[in-house]
């Protein structure tokens, strides 16, 4: 399956399967992981909606209805939320579709990301924004409503995924909700 996921986040995606494997194993001291996949029998259950504007959108759409969605503690103050369609793995974020992903903590958003995959083939789009360079005010997070809004958040072409399709960036407005720990 063709991976969507950016390569910064691949690292952290690292990280979080190695917490994983210690919780199977037992460790008594791992961080908590939460998952949510929607599927409220003939309804799917989704996790916000959130608007793209930009370059791309003509292949990877104008709105993202995320139907699975992954909250991970990747310290005890950093958080990894991932949002994913239907039709991606959204453990091993991989598939044809949407994801999207913010590793936050209580000082604010770390890095978001967004990515698209036409298929399991090598298309595929990708934007980053990592907030310690760029401008991450339009993102609320609130940690009591379990609640991401992003308000003309700008990501830009993701530059360390080689087979990268976008163009340009991309504008992303709207929210998506994560389970608890």
Known sequence: MKNIISGQLYRILILVSSISILAA???SDVLDLADNIGNGGGNV???GSVTVSGNDTGTIGT???PTAERLSALTDDILFAAFADADVN???QTGAGRILTVTFGSAGPVTISYGFSVSDSDVEYSYITNCGDNDCSGVTINTVTNEIAFTGV???RNNEIDNNSATGSITLNGS???GSL
Request: proline residues 0%; negative net charge; charged residues 10%.
């Open 154 to 156: 700008i990501l830009f």
């Open 63 to 65: 709105s993202f209805e």
């Open 90 to 92: 959204i453990i091993t």
């Open 176 to 178: 998506v909700a994560y």
């Open 45 to 47: 259950e989704t996790f």
């Open 25 to 27: 194993c037992g460790a």
